[in-house]
């Protein structure tokens, strides 16, 4: 998948794109991993996205999508498994526990599109 990631992320390259937004990948605390990836000025700014969660409490998937204000109640994975992918602002926001990165990453090119 990282390959796929590459292939999208150097179609996006276009001498100003990159210079404003782009993707981070990092790991959190719950543990796990977080990924981020800018979509503004792609084919996909505007394209719907269905948020996908599992094995989360909904006061977690409310807070990621920015649906209750801080304070925010403390909301952990109810399992080892869990995952959530949404787009807020523009932004492709991926998160899992800490085998989920190619999940992720499989979750934000299936939704992309075929890269060529």
């Known amino acids: 998948m990282i390959h796929e ?6 179609k996006q390259c276009d001498g100003e794109w990159e210079h404003h937004q782009g993707i981070t990948i990092e790991t959190c605390d719950n543990p796990g991993w977080r990924v981020r990836i800018d979509l503004k000025g792609t084919k996909l700014e505007n394209k719907p996205f269905e948020t996908v969660a599992k094995n989360l409490p909904q006061e977690f998937i409310d807070q990621a999508l920015g649906l209750v204000k801080a304070p925010f109640a403390c909301a952990a994975p109810s399992s080892p498994n869990w995952m959530i992918c949404y787009v807020r602002d523009n932004i492709f926001t991926g998160a899992g526990d800490p085998s989920g ?16």
């Not at 990165?101 to 060529?116: D, K, P, S, V």
């Open 5 to 10: 990631l590459q292939k999208w992320f150097q």
């Open 101 to 116: 990165l190619n999940g992720i990453l499989e979750m934000f090119i299936a939704w992309a599109g075929r890269i060529e």
